[in-house]
């Protein structure tokens, strides 16, 4: 839990974070439905990145998450996903007040256990790493293809990235994250379309739980061969929704 020190160093670190505000990004503006989740952007509507990645996540991993959930019971799994799911939430909340300086406090008893995980991963993946952002909780969008909604856009440890931050109950090996660099990469993709940039480096960093914080990064040509990925993954997806076959949607 944070304590008032905390509070006033968060808030002092906070403003130091370096803005360069050199692209005009557009506001998510977004509508879940049956489908998955939509954005729209310039007028048009566009599947959310997570609903491709959830349409077209593989059958090793749908069957791996079906065994879960078989487990520990489907009430118990619903309990578990939207409790994880609220308090990313309240996390995300906290992170953007701290980057922008402004502060974001909750003090029920989920929003202090994602208060203290946040000031984890602002201690540890934060200060001294984070050189300039761009923009925070922004639209990304590749015109006529997705969109989805970017934690932040700029230069992390002398690198142009996304960043995405991510809290976990249990740690996760960098093997289990491929979905999160696909991630990355899709807004990378789509930034680099829309606005003539060169970002080539994606950031996740996870905030356990326990206390652990986990930073992995991925550039150059293993970070490419994510883009690729991605690029597959929509491929796939519209010729899915073509043939009339859906796969399992993951919001």
């Known amino acids: 839990m944070m304590n008032d020190e905390d509070i006033k160093e968060y808030h002092a670190i906070g403003k130091n974070i370096k803005w360069n505000k050199k692209y005009n990004y557009l506001d998510p503006v977004r509508v879940d439905g ?5 954005y729209s952007a310039n007028n048009e509507k566009l599947p959310s990145v997570t ?3 959830g ?3 593989s059958k090793e991993k749908e069957e791996s998450l079906s065994r879960w959930r078989q487990k520990v019971g489907e009430i118990e799994a619903d309990k578990i996903r939207d409790n994880a799911a609220a308090r990313g939430t309240i996390m995300h909340r906290i992170l953007e007040g701290y980057i922008k300086g402004e502060g974001h406090m909750d003090m029920t008893e989920l929003g202090q256990e994602a208060g203290t995980m946040a ?4 201690d540890s993946g934060f200060k001294n790493s984070i050189d300039e952002v761009w923009g925070m909780e ?3 969008y590749y015109p006529g293809l997705y969109a989805g909604a970017c934690d932040i856009a700029g230069v992390y440890e002398g690198k142009e990235a996304i960043m995405d931050f991510k809290q976990s109950n249990k740690f996760k090996k960098r093997e ?11 807004y990378a993709v789509a930034h680099n379309h829309v606005y003539g940039s060169n970002i080539n480096s994606g950031v996740i960093l996870i905030s356990v739980k326990d206390g652990t914080i986990l ?5 150059g040509k293993e970070f490419q061969g994510f883009m690729f990925e ?3 993954r929509v491929d796939l997806y519209y010729k899915l929704q073509a043939s009339g076959t859906k796969g399992p949607i993951v919001v």
């Open 230 to 232: 991605w690029l597959r």
């Open 215 to 219: 930073k992995y990064v991925s550039s």
């Open 176 to 186: 289990w994250i491929d979905d999160y660099f696909i991630q990355t990469a899709a």
């Open 55 to 57: 349409a077209t996540r």
């Open 119 to 122: 000031q984890n991963l602002i």
């Open 34 to 38: 049956p489908d998955g989740r939509v």
């Open 51 to 53: 609903t491709i990645l």
């Open 138 to 140: 922004m639209m990304m």
